[in-house]
Each structure stands twice: as C-alpha cells, then as structure tokens.
C-alpha cells in the first residue's frame, strides 16, 4: 500500500522560510511525478509546484521565485523549499505522487505564515 507522509509544515513569520518534506513508501513502481498543492481555508486545492522524474519543474506564478522543489530519488522524497514566505501562503500543503496507475495523497501538513 502507497503512503505519503509529510513533515515540516509549522508556524512562521513573514519573510521567513520552512522546508516541506514527503516520503513515500511501499510503491511497487518508479514515480513518475511530484509535487506539492495547498489549501486555503474556503478555497480550492490549487498547485504549487511539481517536479517529474527527469527532473524538469514546474511552479505556480505565485510561488515562482520563493519555492524551490527537489527530489531525492534513492530515498522517494521530495522537498519543498519556501523562502520569503507570506500570509497568504498560509494553507495545508499536500504531498501528492504519480504512480502507475494512479495517483496517491499525503494527510497534509499545515503552514501558518503570521504577519
């Protein structure tokens, strides 16, 4: 069974930074992608960045810049960097892992960004 499990998700300052890490276990095949998405109380799950397994990237405009997302293959995790952190990137961060033939959620990690 595929389980992700993130850590590193806390309270924070503005201007400050936190790093987000997911590992995943107990796939029988490669991930193929990963990345990161992140709820907002009221709004919807929206994505943050991902990465693939040749290791191109991809961020949202509103991240661009600030969050830095790699992966550690040997070890199937996957990191969020976030630097220049903001209010409004308060939000529960979700790990989420492509993996044939489907895809698999972290239980999120809470980001609280205080002004």
């Known amino acids: 069974q595929v389980q992700l499990v993130e850590s590193g998700g806390g309270l924070v300052q503005a201007g400050g930074s936190l790093r987000l890490s997911c590992v995943v276990s107990?796939?029988?095949?490669?991930?193929?992608?990963m990345g990161w998405y992140r709820q907002a109380p009221g709004k919807q799950r929206e994505l943050v960045a991902f990465?693939?397994?040749?290791?191109?990237?991809n961020y949202a405009d509103s991240v661009e810049g600030r969050f830095t997302i790699s992966r550690e293959n040997a070890k199937n995790t996957v990191y969020l960097q976030m630097n220049s952190l903001k209010p409004e990137d308060t939000a529960v961060y979700y790990c989420?892992?492509?993996?044939?033939?489907?895809?698999?959620w972290g239980q999120g990690t809470q980001v609280t960004v205080s002004s």
């Open positions: 989420n892992a492509r993996i044939f033939p489907g895809e698999y």
């Open positions: 107990g796939s029988k095949f490669s991930i193929n992608a």
């Open positions: 990465i693939i397994s040749g290791g191109r990237t």
